[in-house]
């Protein structure tokens, strides 16, 4: 029977193994390495089905004290499995730009398909983490790791100017969340998040003192899912990073960041006053991240916005306390992102960025163009998609607990979020190509980019499986 | 160790620490940032953390500040230029420090724990190192060993970021 901590030992081995290969097999292609370390977390991920979720045990010792095995945790060590298998393979299609910036070597590539899987470690740590120590920890190797990776092209100065701001700005969030966690723990005298609750319910902790320690660690985890006013750096850091890395940011950084924000909010959010914070917050990150993402030009800078607009409907579910909503909303973000991001990355290389670089998409490549179509929509919301019945769920949660103004402000952004979706839609299928000639796609992203195009549909009509796993 | 004590280390800390954003020299920071070590030193060891103490004047002002002061050096760094300061970002800057910082004082004011003197720690039978150590490889071993994968990552980030084209 496999235990769920086997699963980020595995990754581990694998990723050492990787590095291993690497540094001694200096001959070969080093997109075997890629390839063997998709297919390593592939059968990694097919054995986390076969781990039974088990909740800690109460008086926990030892590794129990910091890490849990529940379904929500299995659930999204396998979130985050595959999306470091399709980051990977968009890595594959991204590797001539990362040889152009280490001209004259082979080097670099071997390490750029090696520390997405130190950082899929990570991310499967701080999803089963319930101990600030191990909360802290883990979310370090994440951006330690991300450090690396957001800076991996730095001949280009943009990418060196993101490197250095997600490096200072992290630091500057990890310093409010140890500050925060100083303040927790001086307030209970615990790190366990379960004790922490316990020694809340007693009434001589003081409230106030684990109150603005809470909210401290709430700035940290603002930064990570780009929660306005802590949204500064990503339009930056998301159009200067590699564009898989920028996929990975958006996706993997944040859905970790939003099972570690439910985790630790849980024994606060019922209070009246972290309820008003939450929904002004909510409401800043909805209205800021879709008004800002109308005028962009550059898709990679509208992507950023739309993920700060995006994690404002996650944090709705969370003011709701909806775990159910949050995670199938991110299931669905999940699916849409990484379309987005694929064919982002295939084109960009054929022309670049800009919007109107996709001009005439539907002529030069019908399969991208749909591609791209369908990741659209379904961030738009269109039905029949996976979007729209992620904030379908998000809605109806925000309406059993009567936040108004949340449902209000949420409708209208989704509203203004059509506007510039479809822009690229526009420029996809009615404008005029600038180019004639096809895009090549490898066999392996075309199968890649499939998937996610059925998932995404097959979730927005029939979202029952994934219903049915969170419920179980 | 008295209060008087206590303030005269917080003061040196706080002051080196600004003296570190203000200073436009490089070396002058460096060496302030020292100075705010050794203040935090100090502190650690007020509080019977020996240990944490002196590893902190042996790593961080020992070590990785002569690392600092090397670097600083040898790449001959100039005086930062005068900037043109943004007074209305500057000005909502410190507002905002200064809301927290009030905000913090209000919590401090209200918490009892920092109102009543506690008993002292029971003397231990066994020196820090021990007791670090034990706890390091019992409780958390765990993320002991995740900071190891972590160390591994900051390596190959560090070679793989500062290396040299070949020419």
Redesign the interface.
């Known amino acids: 029977m496999i235990t769920a901590p086997q699963l980020e030992i595995a990754v581990?081995l694998l990723g050492m193994a990787i590095?291993m290969f690497e540094a001694f097999a200096t001959r070969v292609d080093k997109r075997v390495l890629a390839f063997a370390a998709i297919v390593g977390l592939a059968l990694i991920l097919i054995a986390s089905f076969f781990v039974s979720p088990t909740p800690s045990p109460d008086r926990a010792t030892?590794?129990w004290?910091?890490?849990t095995a529940d379904k929500l945790s299995v659930f999204f060590k396998q979130f985050a499995l595959l999306t470091t298998i399709f980051v990977l393979i968009m890595m594959i299609d991204y590797a001539p730009v990362v040889r152009a910036s280490?001209?004259?070597?082979t080097?670099?590539l071997g390490?750029f398909f090696?520390?997405p899987i130190?950082t899929c470690?990570?991310l499967m740590?701080l999803v089963s983490a319930v101990d600030f120590?191990?909360i802290f920890?883990?979310l370090?190797?994440v951006t330690?790791?991300f450090?690396?990776l957001v800076?991996?092209t730095?001949k280009n100065p943009v990418t060196l100017e993101a490197g250095v701001k997600y490096l200072v700005l992290s630091a500057l969030s990890t310093a409010f969340l140890v500050y925060g966690i100083a303040w927790i723990f001086?307030?209970t005298g615990q790190t366990n998040l379960q004790r922490i609750t316990e020694a809340l319910a007693n009434p001589n902790t003081?409230h106030?003192?684990a109150l603005?320690g809470v909210v401290l660690v709430l700035v940290a985890l603002g930064f990570k899912i780009a929660a306005v006013p802590f949204q500064i750096w990503v339009p930056d850091v998301y159009q200067g990073a590699p564009t898989p890395v920028t996929a990975y940011l958006s996706v993997g950084s944040k859905a970790a960041g939003f099972v570690v924000l439910l985790r630790v909010l849980r024994p606060f959010v019922t209070l009246p006053q972290m309820q008003r914070l939450l929904v002004l917050i909510a409401l800043l990150t909805l209205i800021y991240g879709n008004l800002a993402a109308l005028p962009q030009g550059n898709l990679k800078r509208l992507l950023a916005y739309s993920s700060i607009a995006h994690s404002g409907y996650l944090l709705i579910g969370v003011v709701c306390l909806d775990g159910n909503a949050v995670v199938f909303y991110l299931a669905a973000y999940f699916l849409m992102t990484l379309l987005s991001f694929a064919v982002l990355v295939i084109v960009a290389q054929q022309t670049g960025e800009q919007i109107s670089d996709f001009d005439g998409l539907a002529k030069r490549s019908p399969f991208l163009a749909f591609a791209m179509l369908i990741g659209m929509v379904s961030l738009a919301g269109v039905p029949f998609t996976a979007g729209f019945l992620g904030k379908f769920f998000i809605f109806y949660a925000a309406i059993l607990q009567r936040q108004i103004a949340l449902v209000v402000i949420g409708v209208i952004t989704v509203g203004c979020g059509f506007y510039y979706y479809l822009k690229v839609v526009r420029a996809m299928y009615w404008q005029p190509a600038n180019k004639a000639e096809d895009i090549p796609i490898s066999g392996l992203s075309r199968l890649a980019i499939s998937a996610l195009i059925a998932a995404t549909i097959w979730l927005g009509v029939y979202p029952q499986p994934i219903l049915n796993m969170l419920k179980r | 160790m008295p209060p008087l004590l206590f303030w005269v280390f917080a003061l040196l800390m706080l002051i080196f620490g600004v003296a570190v954003v203000v200073n436009r020299n490089p070396v002058a920071s460096a060496l302030s940032l020292v100075v705010s070590f050794l203040g935090l030193a100090a502190l650690f060891m007020s509080l019977d953390a020996y240990f944490v103490g002196i590893i902190q004047v042996l790593v961080y002002a020992g070590a990785v500040m002569v690392l600092f002061l090397f670097i600083i050096m040898l790449l001959n760094l100039p005086a930062e230029e005068r900037r043109q300061i943004n007074w209305l970002a500057a000005a909502g800057g410190i507002g905002v420090a200064l809301i927290l910082l009030v905000?913090?004082c209000a919590?401090i004011g209200?918490?009892?724990?920092a109102h009543q003197t506690l008993p002292p720690l029971p003397r231990s039978t066994t020196d820090d190192v021990w007791n670090i150590g034990a706890l390091l490889f019992s409780?958390?071993n765990?993320?002991f060993q995740?900071?190891g994968?972590?160390v591994?990552?900051?390596t190959?980030?560090v070679v793989?970021?500062s290396?040299r084209?070949?020419r």
């Not at chain 1, 280490?102 to 070597?105: A, E, L, Q, R, S």
């Not at chain 2, 209200?110 to 724990?113: L, T, V």
Request: hydrophobic share 50%; no cysteine; aromatic share 16%.
């Open positions: 581990l590095l030892g590794l004290n910091f890490y280490f001209p004259g070597t080097d670099g390490e090696s520390v130190f470690v990570g740590y120590i191990f920890v883990s370090e190797l330690v790791s450090y690396v800076s991996f730095r001086g307030a003081d106030s003192a603005l | 905000q913090i919590v209200h918490f009892q724990a409780n958390y765990l993320p995740i900071i994968v972590l591994l990552v900051a190959i980030g793989l970021l290396r084209e070949p």
